[in-house]
C-alpha cells in the first residue's frame, strides 16, 4: 500500500483522516497514516487550543489541518474585523429565514444557546480563515494544509512553501485541476459525489481517473465512499496514491460525537444521506432529516449563499451538536457523513479500523492476484 506520498510525509501508509476530533487525529497519525484536523469552523482561540494538546500528544508524528482558504466577499473583501463583518452579513440576511431557522428549533424541543454568546461568522473567508492559517504555518508538526473549496490563494500556498509545508486542495471537477496546479497545489484531492459535507455531481469511480489524468505528475488522493480495504485497493487502482477518509472515524471510539449522534450515524444506510444546500448554501451531503426536509419542502426558504446561509443556520450547528441527544434533536442535527455510512455499523478503535482494513487490502489484493494470475 505505501506509495510515494509516504516517503514524502514520513508515514508508513498513505491513508489520510479528516477529523474534527483532535483523539482521532492522534491515533491515525500515531497508526501510521495522516490525521488532519477538520477546523474550517474554528476560532483562532479553539484551534489554538487543540493544536497545543495535538502537538503534545502525536510525538513526532505529522498531522495535517483543514480549512477554508478563503474565498472573497464582492465589497466586503476590505472588511477585517470579524465582528463587523459578521454584523454587515447578518444585516442581509431577511429576518424570515432567522425565523424560520428557530423554529425548527424550537419544534423539536432543541434548547436555547446562551444569549450572551451571539454567533459569528465561521471560517469562510478572508477575515476567519486567515488567523487559523497562520496558526497553522508556526507548527512544527503540521506537514499538509488543504483548502476544502476552491482553489488556495497563491501567496498562501507560497507562505506554506516556504515554511516547508504541503498544500492539498479538495475538487470534485476535472476542470478545476487547472487552477490548482497554477496556484502551486501539491496534492489534488479527487471529491466524489458520495463522500460527506461539500460535494460536487461526479461519482468517484468516474471522477478518480478523470483527476488522475488531469493532474499529471501531482499527486492525487480519492475521496468519497471509501471505508474498507477492498475500496482503498479500487481507488489506488484508479492511480491515485492514497485515500482521503472521512466518514469511517465519526464513530471511532475516540471520536467526540454523543451516544445520540453515533447511534444515528450506526442505524443509517447508505441511501439515508441527501445532498443539501439547507445548511451552508453548498452542496453539501448530510444525514436526511426533517431539517433539510423542512427547508426543501413547500413550506421551506430556498436557501441563501455561502457565508449567509451559514449564519443563518450557525445557531442550529451549535446547538444540535451541544444538545445531541435531548428531545428530537436528532430530527434536526446537522451530521455531516457520505454514503459510506452504510457499511459502518459498530464502534471500533482508531487501532482496529487499521487492521481491520490492512486485513481486507490483503484479502482483496489476494483475490485479483488468483483472478490475474494466468496474464502476469
Not at 126 to 144: G, H, Q, W, Y
Not at 149 to 162: E, F, N
Not at 361 to 367: L, P, Q, T
Request: hydrophobic share 40%; aromatic share 6%; glycine share 10%.
Amino acid at each position: 500500500m505505501r506509495t510515494e506520498l509516504c516517503d514524502r510525509f514520513g508515514i508508513d501508509v498513505p491513508i489520510f483522516a479528516f477529523s474534527h476530533c483532535r483523539d482521532v487525529v492522534v491515533a491515525v497519525s500515531k497508526a501510521g497514516g495522516m490525521g488532519v484536523l477538520g477546523a474550517g469552523t474554528y476560532t483562532p482561540e479553539k484551534l489554538r487550543e487543540e493544536l497545543d494538546w495535538i502537538d503534545a500528544n502525536i510525538g513526532d508524528k505529522p498531522y495535517g489541518i483543514d480549512i477554508v482558504l478563503p474565498m472573497k466577499i464582492p465589497g466586503l473583501a476590505d472588511i477585517d474585523d470579524v465582528d463587523e463583518l459578521t454584523k454587515t452579513l447578518l444585516d442581509e440576511i431577511p429576518q424570515e429565514y432567522m425565523d424560520f431557522a428557530e423554529n425548527l428549533l424550537k419544534e423539536h424541543g432543541v434548547p436555547e444557546w446562551d444569549v450572551n454568546d451571539p454567533v459569528k461568522l465561521i471560517g469562510w473567508t478572508e477575515a476567519t480563515t486567515r488567523p487559523l492559517f497562520e496558526e497553522a504555518l508556526i507548527r512544527d508538526k503540521v506537514s499538509l494544509i488543504v483548502s476544502a473549496l476552491g482553489t488556495p490563494p497563491k501567496d498562501m500556498v507560497d507562505r506554506a512553501h516556504d515554511k516547508g509545508k504541503l498544500v492539498g486542495a479538495l475538487t470534485g471537477k476535472p476542470k478545476h485541476v487547472e487552477s490548482h496546479k497554477a496556484a502551486g497545489v501539491d496534492i489534488i484531492i479527487a471529491n466524489g459525489a458520495e463522500g460527506g459535507g461539500h460535494v460536487g455531481e461526479i461519482g468517484s469511480v468516474v471522477l478518480w481517473p478523470q483527476l488522475v489524468d488531469a493532474a499529471g505528475p501531482f499527486p492525487v488522493l480519492a475521496a468519497g465512499g471509501i471505508g474498507n480495504g477492498r475500496q482503498i485497493l479500487a481507488a489506488l487502482a484508479t492511480g491515485v496514491q492514497g485515500v482521503w477518509t472521512g466518514s469511517m472515524w465519526l464513530t471511532v471510539e475516540e471520536a467526540q460525537a454523543g451516544p445520540a449522534q453515533i447511534l444515528s450515524l450506526l442505524n443509517a444506510s447508505s441511501d439515508d444521506t441527501v445532498v443539501t444546500r439547507s445548511w451552508t448554501g453548498k452542496r453539501a451531503r448530510v444525514l436526511n432529516n426533517e431539517w433539510n426536509q423542512s427547508w426543501e419542502g413547500k413550506e421551506g426558504l430556498t436557501p441563501l449563499g455561502l457565508p449567509l446561509q451559514g449564519l443563518v443556520t450557525a445557531d442550529a450547528w451549535r446547538r444540535t451538536e451541544k444538545y445531541a441527544g435531548v428531545a428530537d434533536t436528532q430530527k434536526v442535527a446537522l451530521n455531516i457523513v457520505g454514503q459510506v455510512i452504510g457499511q459502518i455499523n459498530e464502534i471500533e478503535t482508531v487501532r482496529q479500523v487499521f487492521e481491520r482494513l490492512f486485513e481486507e487490502y490483503i484479502e482483496a489484493s489476494k483475490n485479483i492476484a488468483a483472478i490475474n494470475k494466468d496474464l502476469i
